[in-house]
């Protein structure tokens, strides 16, 4: 069956950094589109990052652009998302998103909690 399974969140201090991992099963990872949205308490789901099937293009939301890097291995199933001078306004859960916009195929993961506290 599909998973995509979230790892590497955490606690951690204002400044730091945290690399997420999303393994995805169970479709053909290389025709979807990847993408971390997050959700803070009381916030509606905000969409952080995306990356093209292939890896060649990369959109951010202005708030992580210049900190926060999306990328994937499609030998691996696997894209990451690594997290540099974390503030405290990225503290939220974040979620995993495969999406094959012509057939309308969308996939989510479980998601994983990031908390930037000192």
């Known amino acids: 069956q599909v998973q995509l399974v979230e790892s590497g969140g955490g606690l951690v201090q204002p400044g730091g950094s945290l690399r997420l991992s999303c393994a995805a099963s169970?479709?053909?990872?290389?025709?979807?589109?990847m993408s971390w949205y997050r959700q803070a308490p009381g916030k509606e789901r905000e969409l952080v990052a995306t990356?093209?099937?292939?890896?060649?293009?990369?959109t951010y939301t202005d708030s992580v652009k210049g900190r926060f890097t999306i990328s994937r291995d499609n030998a691996k199933n696997t894209v990451y998302l690594q997290m540099n001078s974390l503030k405290p306004e990225d503290t939220a859960v974040y979620y995993c998103?495969?999406?094959?916009?012509?057939?309308?195929?969308?996939?989510w993961g479980q998601g994983t909690q990031v908390t930037v506290s000192s």
């Open positions: 169970g479709f053909t990872f290389n025709n979807y589109a």
């Open positions: 998103n495969a999406l094959w916009r012509i057939i309308r195929s969308n996939y």
């Open positions: 990356i093209t099937s292939a890896g060649g293009s990369t």
